[in-house]
T-cell receptor, first 113, second 116 residues
Framework: QKEVEQDPGPLSVPEGAIVSLNCTYS??????FMWYRQYSRKGPELLMY????GNKEDGRFTAQVDKSSKYISLFIRDSQPSDSATYLC?????????????FGKGTLLTVNP | EAGVTQFPSHSVIEKGQTVTLRCDPI?????LYWYRRVMGKEIKFLLH????????ESGMPNNRFLAERTGGTYSTLKVQPAELEDSGVYFC??????????????FGAGSRLTVL
């Protein structure tokens, strides 16, 4: 079983739609949960991260973590064509190994004008 | 602030040849990491430098891979001899030290390696 599972999509939505992206994981030692956005031919760019369970909001983006279910989500409100990219979830343990990120495969999102 | 810079952006070599990838981290970032994405797979950790010292190279696939960071500034990742399965995108990332919480990594655009 992979440590992190993420549906690769692709996901295609109309402009203005609410987008829901999610990952499941199996390692209960993960404490930091991150969402990266990657445009074509670019490196992953950190969108936001959450520590342990709970929600975090940043503009049109909301990250949710449910540690009891080992399930994390990223919601994008009022999606824009500029949101079209691959979204990667990543996780790490706390403490000295917090640099070792475990990634999902990424979900390719297209927002159509 | 300049980001993480990687060179070359794309390298095409034949099996058995040698390739050296270079990474310039963000100035002042003591931590430097190499990650790799093989086609169809997830991005995976290769190794971690703190300044010039290798802290963790548990992700390095085998001894055909050699990473260095002389002087604690830029880093190189050499693959010698290259095999077909080494094809993929090699990402470099850097971060500051002293963070007690999440370690915020800034990634470069990656070096795409194609081994024929």
């Amino acid at each position: 079983q992979k440590e992190v599972e993420q549906d690769p999509g692709p996901l295609s939505v109309p402009e203005g739609a609410i987008v829901s992206l999610n990952c499941t994981y199996s390692n209960s030692a993960f404490q930091y949960f991150m969402w990266y956005r990657q445009y074509s031919r670019k490196g992953p760019e950190l969108l936001m991260y959450t520590y342990s369970s709970g929600n975090k909001e940043d503009g049109r983006f909301t990250a949710q973590v449910d540690k009891s279910s080992k399930y994390i989500s990223l919601f994008i409100r009022d999606s824009q064509p500029s949101d079209s990219a691959t979204y990667l979830c990543a996780m790490s343990k706390s403490g000295g190994s917090n640099y070792k990120l475990t990634f999902g495969k990424g979900t390719l999102l297209t927002v159509n004008p | 602030e300049a980001g993480v810079t990687q060179f070359p952006s794309h390298s095409v070599i034949e099996k058995g040849q040698t390739v050296t990838l270079r990474c310039d981290p963000i100035s002042g970032h003591d931590n430097l990491y190499w990650y790799r994405r093989v086609m169809g797979k997830e991005i995976k950790f290769l190794l971690h430098f703190v300044k010039e010292s290798k802290q963790d190279e548990s992700g390095m696939p085998n001894n055909r891979f050699l990473a260095e960071r002389t002087g604690g500034t830029y880093s190189t990742l050499k693959v010698q001899p290259a095999e077909l399965e080494d094809s993929g995108v090699y990402f470099c990332a850097s971060s500051q030290t002293g963070h007690s919480g999440a370690n915020v990594l800034t990634f470069g655009a990656g070096s795409r390696l194609t081994v024929l």
